[in-house]
Every structure is written in C-alpha cells, then in structure tokens.
Nanobody, 126 residues
Framework: QVQLVESGGGLVEAGGSLRLSCAAS????????MAWFRQAPGKEREFVAAISRSSPNTYYGESVKGRFTISRDDAKYTSYLQMDSLKPEDTAVYFC???????????????????WGQGTQVTVSS
C-alpha cells in the first residue's frame, strides 16, 4: 500500500515552466513504476509520462515528448514531472500514479495503476 500526494500545480503563461512533485508514503525504489496522467474537462484521462522501477527508462506521451521530463528521487520517495514550453492545451488536472508492473508492459495504460494521488491543477494561459 502506498499513498501519493501531488504538489506544484498552478497558473503559468504559455511558454513557461512548472515542476510537479509526487510524494509517496513508502519506499518506491525497485517496487513501483511511477507515472503521470492528466485529465482535462470532458476528456479521458491521458498518459503523460512514466519511469520504470529502478532503472532510468522513461516513457512519454506524444504530445509532451521533448517538453516534459519525468524523474525520481527514491531517497526522498518522490517523483517529479518537469514541464517546459507549456501550452494552453496542457491545461488539466495532473495525477500521479504507481503500479507494480515490470518493464514497459502496459506502462501507458491507466488501468494498470493501482495507486493514485488526488491530482493537482495546471492552468496555462495564452
């Protein structure tokens, strides 16, 4: 069991940057894959980025590739999403998630994730 708490959301102008944090209540290294999803009003929850259990393998959604960077600091039980060159279409509630999957199997599938944070709002103004 692990609880996840996101922070770092807010209002930013287009072209700006934000860094989201996801603090876990328990050790995640070697146990959990960590991911970020987002959901805009009236839309499905969308895969943003994920990072494997303890290796540096990272995965990104097409719409954020090259602009967002996911990382993890297992000593702090925390994962991060650095978001640069933000666009108005990045506006959404961003959710942190964790699962016990291996490698890249279903890593982009929201139904693979057992643990979710409550979300943090990101709003990008034009």
């Amino acid at each position: 069991q692990v609880q996840l708490v996101e922070s770092g959301g807010g209002l930013v102008e287009a072209g700006g940057s934000l860094r989201l944090s996801c603090a876990a209540s328990a050790r995640t290294s070697g146990t959990f894959r960590m991911a970020w999803f987002r959901q805009a009003p009236g839309k499905e929850r969308e895969f943003v980025a994920a990072i494997s259990r303890s290796s540096p393998n990272t995965y990104y959604g097409e719409s954020v590739k090259g602009r967002f960077t996911i990382s993890r600091d297992d000593a702090k039980y925390t994962s991060y999403l650095q978001m640069d060159s933000l666009k108005p279409e990045d506006t959404a509630v961003y959710f942190c998630a964790a699962d016990r999957g291996y490698g890249s199997t279903r890593i982009r599938d929201k139904d693979s994730y057992d643990y979710w944070g409550q979300g943090t709002q990101v709003t990008v103004s034009s």
